[in-house]
C-alpha cells in the first residue's frame, strides 16, 4: 500500500500540526498512520526533502558496519573512512533538520560515537550527555576490557527546547528484595516517585527472544525509546528516525502521542506488521553484537564463548 499522507491531519487536534508542512511532496510514504509516515529508501536521500527545522528529536540507530546481514541494497561492510563518511552526510541532514533547541541521540559503539560525537561538535550541536547502556551479555575479546555497554549520546541544536528527567525506582535485590545501595539512613527522604535518572543505564532488557523480536538483526527495546522521547518531546513533537529497523521508535512516539516520520531502506514489512499489531515473524537470529568494535571479519571468526550468544 502507497499512501501520500500530505494532507492527512492528525487526529489529535490540539496537538502542534507538524506535518502539514510541505515536507516530502515529491515522495510517497510507504505506510501511514495518523500520527506518521514510513519512508522506503536510502535515508541519505529521503532526508533532504525533510525541511528544514522541522522535527524536535532525531533518533539514529544506524548499522554499525559490523558485518550484519540487514538484507538486499544494505550493506554493512564499508572500509572505516567509508562508514565515516556515510555517517557524516546524514549526521549533517539531521542536524539541519533539527529544530532550534531539538535533540539528537546516537545510538552506536562507543567506537563510532567518538566519531560521531566529533562530528556533532563540528555542526555545532551541544553536548549534553555519553550515557552508557550496560549490556547483558556481550563476547570477550582477547587482549581487551570486556565491552559492556553501548554508547548512547544526546545532544541538542543549543539550548534544548524541552528537557525532562526521568524518575527510575530505587534499585532493589531480586532475591531479598532489599536495596541494593545504601542510602546512609536516608532512605526515607527518597522522593517517593524515584531516583533521579543518571547517565548509566542498568535497566535496558536487550531483544533476544525470537517470539518478540520482530527483525533477525538489532533490535531495540521499547524501553530505551520510550524513555529517549520522554527527556527530549512532549506530545505533538516530530520524531525522526532515519533508519527504522524493526519501527521500534515508531511504536514508541505511536504509544506516546508524537509523530513521526520513519525510513528504512531494507524489509519494511516488519515495521508495517509490528504497526498494524501482527505477530512477530523472524528469521533465525545472527551472533549478537560480539566484536564490539573490532573489524567484521574477525568478529565472525569468534566463537560465541557465552552461552548467553548461542
Ligand atoms: C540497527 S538497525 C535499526 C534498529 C531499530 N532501531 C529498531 O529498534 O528496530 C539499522 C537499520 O538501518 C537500515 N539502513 C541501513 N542503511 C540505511 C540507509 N542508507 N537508509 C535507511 N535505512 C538504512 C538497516 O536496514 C537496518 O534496518
Not at 59 to 67: E, Q
Not at 300 to 307: A, G, H, S, T, V
Request: with cysteine; proline share 8%.
Amino acid at each position: 500500500m502507497r499512501t501520500a499522507l500530505i494532507d492527512r491531519k492528525p487526529d489529535l487536534g490540539y496537538y502542534r500540526n507538524v506535518l502539514t508542512s510541505t515536507a516530502l511532496e515529491t515522495q510517497e510514504a510507504l505506510y501511514a498512520t495518523h500520527l506518521g509516515r514510513l519512508y522506503h529508501g536510502d535515508c541519505v536521500q529521503i532526508l533532504q526533502e525533510i525541511p528544514d527545522a522541522s522535527a524536535d528529536l532525531a533518533f539514529v540507530d544506524p548499522p554499525f558496519n559490523l558485518g550484519k546481514d540487514y538484507g538486499k541494497g544494505v550493506s554493512d561492510s564499508l572500509t572505516e573512512c567509508e562508514y565515516l563518511k556515510w555517517c557524516s552526510e546524514w549526521i549533517s541532514a539531521c542536524v539541519r533538520i533539527l529544530k532550534p533547541g531539538g535533540a539528537l541521540f546516537s545510538f552506536n559503539l562507543p567506537k563510532w560515537n567518538i566519531e560521531l560525537g566529533h562530528m556533532l561538535n563540528e555542526e555545532g550541536m551541544l553536548f549534553r550527555h555519553w550515557i552508557a547502556i550496560d549490556i547483558k551479555y556481550s563476547l570477550p575479546i582477547p587482549g581487551r576490557l570486556y565491552p559492556s555497554h553501548y554508547s548512547l549520546l544526546y545532544f541538542t541544536k543549543g539550548k534544548p527546547s524541552f528537557f525532562n528527567r526521568p524518575r527510575v525506582p530505587v534499585p532493589i535485590c531480586r532475591h531479598c528484595g532489599g536495596d541494593l545501595k545504601d542510602y546512609g539512613g536516608h532512605r526515607d527522604k527518597l522522593n517517593p516517585k524515584g531516583l533521579n535518572l543518571t547517565d548509566v543505564w542498568t535497566d535496558i532488557p536487550p531483544v533476544r527472544h525470537q517470539s518478540t523480536k520482530r527483525r533477525g538483526a538489532n533490535e531495540l527495546s521499547l524501553k530505551l525509546l520510550r524513555r529517549v522521547l520522554e527527556i527530549s518531546t512532549q506530545p505533538g513533537d516530530l520524531v525522526l528516525d532515519p533508519f527504522g529497523g524493526s519501527g521500534t521508535t515508531f511504536v514508541a512516539a505511536e504509544e506516546m502521542h508524537r509523530h513521526w516520520i520513519g525510513i528504512e531502506l531494507g524489509d519494511c514489512e516488519p515495521i508495517i506488521q509490528r504497526l498494524k499489531g501482527e505477530k512477530p515473524n523472524v528469521s533465525p537470529k545472527n551472533l549478537g553484537d560480539a566484536g564490539k568494535g573490532m573489524s567484521a571479519s574477525r568478529a565472525r571468526k569468534l566463537p560465541p564463548k557465552d552461552p548467553a550468544l548461542g
